[in-house]
């Protein structure tokens, strides 16, 4: 059965729209860490409080920044830690694995040879995660279903998020673990032809379906 799915692809831990989470890895919009602001601050008479918030605002998008420092980013470089496991192995033998055993027949299928063949190649680059180094992300307005600004904004957004692991040499593992946790899921995105609106059996397909029909059913029975 053809299986399509208009909404985000779903991770196996949540509901992932890739790039405006992913902007969140720019430090100075985690304005939701910020604890609430004091009656005072709204007070239109409060000239203080109105400077002292002007001045914990991010000068990129204006929000607020948080009261507290922002710690270091979770890394991938240590063995024994959950980041480490996901990024070395979990991802790929269990996540990628499973995914590819949910939908063994189409990709084995002529028309997503493509498809497997970049499928295959995500998970030789995660079998060597310690080793391979980021690179961009690849975009084809030609090919992409969505409108031209869209495409061209994701791609200026990963760009600025991705260009400070790929100049700094960045692996799989030292780079944030957020922020190759989410880049992993649009490499699938990628290596799939999700927005390849030319190929009809990748365009919009979605690779955990059948994960989601089953999570479904299982909270109904």
Known sequence: MRMRSHIRILTPFCLVSFVPIATAFVPCTFSNLAPPMTMASYSPDSSTATAATASKTCGKTGNPLPNLPIPDPLLSLTPGTWAYDTMSRRLNE???????????????????????QRFNQLRAE???ASI??????EFNQ??????AEVVEREEREWQGILAPHID???TWLSAPWLV??????????EAIGYHDKFNPDT??????L????????????
């Open 180 to 189: 190759t946790e989410f880049y992993a899921y649009r490499r699938l995105m």
């Open 142 to 147: 030609s090919t992409d279903g969505r409108p």
């Open 168 to 170: 700094n040499g960045d």
């Open 203 to 208: 365009y919009l397909w979605d690779p955990f």
């Open 94 to 116: 269990e996540i990628l694995q499973r995914t590819y055993e949910e939908n063994e027949e189409a990709f084995n299928s002529p028309p997503f040879a493509n498809a497997l």
């Open 132 to 137: 391979t180094k980021l690179r961009h992300l």
């Open 126 to 128: 995660l079998k060597s």
């Open 210 to 221: 059948i994960a989601k029909r089953a999570g479904l059913d299982s909270s109904v029975n």
